[in-house]
């Protein structure tokens, strides 16, 4: 069921083992020069895992754009973690680097202020085509160089931006998440933020979509489906690949009346 997209049950119970919450959160905004340092850095920061969550941002900027990385270790009271040894080695300009400290819930509620600010201006009601989508470590420096040519502020909207987040395959264990090759591989995601509902913008930022999967694609890269792009029959057999076979059976076992989440028309 897991990455099924709906269409083979429903989950209507789970048991999930909980564990202490940390107290507070140690957050890195960390600024670089250029795509390819802040890649370098996340591979350094997924090989040796000494931080908690890492996060790559490509904001634009009125020059071009601005490489970020959004760090964090979390931490009890009266314990703070040492950011000089969890920083070693980086190529950030630590000279604009942001340090600080939040409780735990302030740090998982940061959005809220995000959320409040577009609901108030009423972008939240927008259409937000977003384009989420994986790319191997192999071809990601390529991929994103190609795409930032081509975008521009207005493709992503005041508040939008490129997220760019590494992760390890091993990471993954859900069958149905269909992934790049490669060992390392990044959620390389468009979150766009219009700042109009117009029917024509939505409908060109979505036409983009397709044009940037298909590129993506191209390089050895997968969709992730929680995205605003239209995907044919053909389409989704291509993306489940090997897995097309057991999906299918699946529906036809536990879904033979095709009742379960019919938007995706994946039969």
């Not at 302030?106 to 977003?130: I, K, T």
């Not at 060109?204 to 992730?224: D, F, H, P, Q």
Request: glycine content about 6%.
């Amino acid at each position: 069921m897991r990455a099924g997209l709906g269409q083979v049950g429903v989950i209507t119970r789970a048991t999930l083992k909980l564990i202490p919450a940390p107290e507070k959160a140690r957050r890195y905004l960390l600024t670089y020069p250029d795509l390819r340092t802040l890649l370098a850095d996340e591979r350094l920061l997924a090989a040796e895992n000494r931080l908690d969550a890492v996060q790559g941002a490509i904001l634009p900027a009125p020059t071009g754009w601005t490489f970020r990385l959004d760090a964090v270790c979390y931490f009890s009271e009266g314990n703070p973690p040492d950011d000089n040894a969890l920083l070693v080695g980086l190529s950030d300009d630590r000279s604009a680097a942001k340090l600080n400290t939040l409780s735990y819930f302030d740090y998982l509620n940061r959005f809220a202020a995000l959320e409040q600010l577009l609901r108030s201006n009423g972008q939240w009601f927008h259409p937000h085509p977003w384009l989420m989508t994986f790319v191997g470590d192999s071809s990601i420096e390529a991929v994103v160089s190609g795409e930032l040519d081509r975008l521009t502020p207005a493709d992503l909207g005041t508040y939008g931006q490129v997220t760019l987040s590494v992760f390890r395959r091993t990471a993954a264990t859900s069958p149905l998440l269909h992934l790049p090759a490669d060992n390392l591989f990044y959620a390389f995601n468009l979150v766009r933020i219009p700042t109009t509902n117009a029917t024509a913008e939505a409908d060109r930022l979505i036409k983009a979509n397709r044009a940037i999967y298909e590129r993506v694609r191209a390089a050895g890269g997968t969709l992730y489906p929680v995205s605003a792009l239209p995907m044919s029959r053909d389409d989704w057999r291509r993306h489940l690949g090997s897995a097309w076979g057991r999906f299918h059976d699946a529906k036809q076992n536990f879904d033979p009346g095709y009742v379960l989440t019919p938007g995706y028309e994946i039969f």
